[in-house]
């Protein structure tokens, strides 16, 4: 106790000095976590966004569609599996989809669009379609019309009671036709769905492309994010069990195949991990801005100190415990710094988190040009905060180094004559 | 009377390669226990090298140090640093309080070090700062203290540790008069009431003048070594 006591006054010593070490180490902090929690909300929403509408954060579909898209690798409805999905606390919500490109046509405007069968209660968990409408109203159990995205309305010149007729290619070689009352027109906040984005209810897509009930991927949404790598073995390894419990001679993946957002929007992740990495680069400088302020501190603190360590070894003080105080006290500042720097972004960080900043004018546009939200939401994931207080407090205690090796270095004798 | 201090041709060389500087050169001492001993001489006759050869907190060029018959020349520095905690009281010229601590903590601090319970220390503190008569000054830190009162919590410190006895390096050298015979009291009646042994460096006539033993040094050698009737 009195070590720490010794420790904390010693820190107070050179009060002014103490006082600028300790705000350049919060300030550091605070625009590192505001940095870096702004940059992950950004892209967390995107990634939310995105998945939500399309994917999934994972993706259960039947091996080999993938590659070729075609509407004959569809899989049927499996209770054994619905039952491995409905039983997974870290699935917060799935929903079928029966996807198919389509050419849609009104007058004499046609576009290939994506025209994705929904289950409507289950789809508007996951992407809250029905919030989105921006005309019309959403589907309906037993509706027989369609949705299409507002960008894709606009190029066909469709408002809501329109008809839009699509052609495309149905299961096994049938031909799919149909002709589609506009219930609902959506405004997506991804600027590239809203142009080619159409939505159909699941038996209407069923009859539209003639695969009867079969689906082409069941979209799963997770509670972290983090943890998609983890459930997707789990379910592999459950799928495994689930047909060698039914007898099948099965090999995992022959007949489904799970895949992560990350193989799905792989331009995505590789944007999110670009920007992560810009970050940290950002973060590295400020952190070595704060380590050479640190530095700096310990150098003169050593100095200014010598002679008073010198008599502290001659009166018994064993140098280890003397080069502890010394750390002690830059662990104690540091520490200082960096919880301050916390507690001054979390009032922040929680500030923006409830009120978004909302871009507007130029500035949107700008940000839907390059598939961002124009909505600024901080992520308040706490992981955050503690690795900026890790990262200050790992530079301390390496920079504390130095000391250690100075004190175990000096001479009583020479310190008391310095 | 114990030996408490041997030195045999005890030697400290500097530059012995290129042109040697002898601080001490071939000093045999005997200080009994009990004894109030003045290191005299001038300027660079080697007092503070030989006190520091004798507190271990320098090796010696040639020769031995022993205490109560331990050879310390022969120890490492951890172990010395373990002897001086145990066995030497230090007073040093000045500025030799730890100055975030109060006189109460810097004088419990070496005691802690030693891992003595909170009831010994508190009560030993409570007395050594009564005999140097700072009691009311305990909770006064160095800052708020006069140098001779600084002066006496350093004895009081150098006395925590309960040493074999203690080596005080010139300890009047920045007091005024009438701290320096205050601080000169409380050691003279320390070592006569409680048999603390003292050996100090000084060449301050005042404290000679108190010393029953003293030895004068010239150029690192012992030139006399005389009783004396303090007073």
């Keep these: 106790m009195m070590y720490l006591l010794l420790a904390w006054r010693n820190m107070w010593r050179s009060r002014r000095r103490t006082l600028i070490t300790i705000s350049s180490i919060f300030?550091?902090?605070?625009?590192?976590?505001?940095?870096?929690?702004?940059?992950?909300?950004?892209?967390?929403?995107?990634?939310?966004?995105?998945?939500?509408?399309s994917c999934g954060y994972l993706q259960i579909q039947h091996s080999g569609y993938w590659d070729n898209k075609s509407i004959d690798s569809t899989f049927e409805e499996n209770p054994l599996l619905i039952e491995i999905l409905n039983t997974d606390k870290r699935i917060t919500t799935w929903n079928p989809h029966l996807e198919s490109f389509a050419l849609a046509s009104t007058g004499e405007r046609t576009k290939g669009i994506l025209v994705t069968g929904i289950d409507q209660e289950k789809e508007n968990r996951v992407s809250k379609l029905s919030e989105?409408?921006?005309?019309?109203?959403?589907?309906?159990?037993?509706?027989?019309?369609?949705?299409?995205?507002?960008?894709?309305?606009?190029?066909?010149?469709?408002?809501?009671?329109?008809?839009?007729?699509?052609?495309?290619?149905?299961?096994?070689?049938?031909?799919?036709?149909?002709?589609?009352?506009v219930k609902g027109i959506v405004k997506l906040p991804i600027p590239q769905m809203?142009?080619?984005?159409?939505?159909?209810?699941?038996?209407?897509?069923?009859?539209?492309?003639?695969?009867?009930?079969r689906y082409t991927s069941f979209s799963l949404m997770v509670r972290d994010r983090m943890q998609v790598g983890e459930v997707k073995q789990d379910l592999l390894d459950k799928i495994a069990g689930m047909r060698a419990t039914a007898g099948v001679n099965y090999t995992p993946g022959s007949s489904y195949t799970i895949m992560t957002w990350q193989q799905m929007l792989p331009e995505l992740d590789q944007l999110f991990q670009a920007k992560m990495a810009q970050n940290v680069i950002m973060s590295g400088i400020l952190y070595l801005v704060i380590a050479f302020g640190i530095f700096g501190t310990i150098l003169m603190m050593l100095n200014e100190r010598m002679h008073e360590f010198g008599i502290l070894i001659a009166i018994g003080m064993k140098k280890r415990i003397l080069a502890g105080i010394v750390v002690l006290e830059l662990i104690l500042m540091s520490l200082t710094g960096t919880l301050l720097g916390i507690a001054g972004a979390f009032p922040l960080v929680l500030y923006f988190r409830f009120h978004p900043v909302r871009l507007g004018g130029d500035w949107a546009k700008t940000a839907e040009k390059f598939n961002f939200s124009p909505v600024i939401q901080p992520s308040a994931d706490l992981k955050h905060f503690i690795i900026q207080g890790y990262a200050v407090l790992s530079i301390a205690v390496v920079l504390s180094l130095y000391a250690l090796v100075k004190i175990n270095r000096l001479k009583a004798i020479e310190a008391i004559n310095s | 009377m114990n030996t408490i201090i041997e030195l045999h041709n005890l030697s400290k060389v500097y530059n012995p390669k290129t042109i040697p500087v002898y601080a001490v050169n071939g000093v045999d001492l005997q200080i009994e226990e009990g004894e109030f001993t003045a290191l005299v001489g001038p300027s660079g006759s080697g007092k503070t090298t030989l006190l520091n050869l004798i507190g271990g907190l320098d090796y010696p060029s040639g020769g031995e140090v022993k205490i109560e018959g331990v050879d310390i020349t022969k120890m490492n520095e951890n172990k010395l640093i373990d002897f001086r905690l145990k066995n030497i009281g230090f007073v040093f010229q000045a500025y030799n309080l730890i100055p975030v601590l109060t006189a109460r903590e810097n004088v419990e601090f070496v005691m802690l070090m030693q891992k003595k319970p909170k009831i010994e220390r508190d009560k030993l503190v409570a007395d050594l700062l009564t005999e140097v008569g700072l009691s009311d000054k305990r909770d006064s830190r160095p800052s708020e203290l006069s140098g001779g009162q600084q002066q006496r919590v350093a004895v009081a410190r150098a006395l925590a540790s309960k040493p074999r006895f203690i080596l005080a390096d010139e300890p009047t050298a920045n007091l005024d008069s009438k701290s320096a015979t205050n601080l000169l009291e409380i050691m003279a009646k320390l070592n006569k009431e409680d048999h603390m042994t003292f050996l100090f460096s000084t060449h301050d006539q005042r404290v000679i003048d108190k010393a029953r033993r003293i030895v004068t040094l010239v150029d690192g050698k012992v030139i006399s070594d005389t009783k004396n009737q303090p007073h």
Excluded: C, H
């Excluded at chain 1, 809203?194 to 695969?211: C, E, H, I, V, Y």
């Design chain 1, 194 to 213: 809203n142009k080619s984005m159409a939505w159909l209810p699941m038996q209407g897509s069923r009859d539209f492309l003639s695969t009867g009930a």
């Design chain 1, 132 to 181: 989105k409408i921006s005309s019309g109203r959403y589907l309906d159990q037993n509706d027989k019309g369609i949705l299409l995205a507002e960008g894709l309305a606009a190029y066909l010149n469709l408002k809501v009671n329109d008809t839009v007729v699509l052609l495309g290619q149905g299961y096994q070689g049938n031909t799919a036709a149909g002709k589609y009352l």
């Design chain 1, 27 to 53: 300030f550091a902090v605070l625009f590192a976590i505001v940095m870096r929690v702004m940059m992950v909300g950004i892209f967390d929403k995107m990634i939310s966004d995105t998945v939500s509408m």
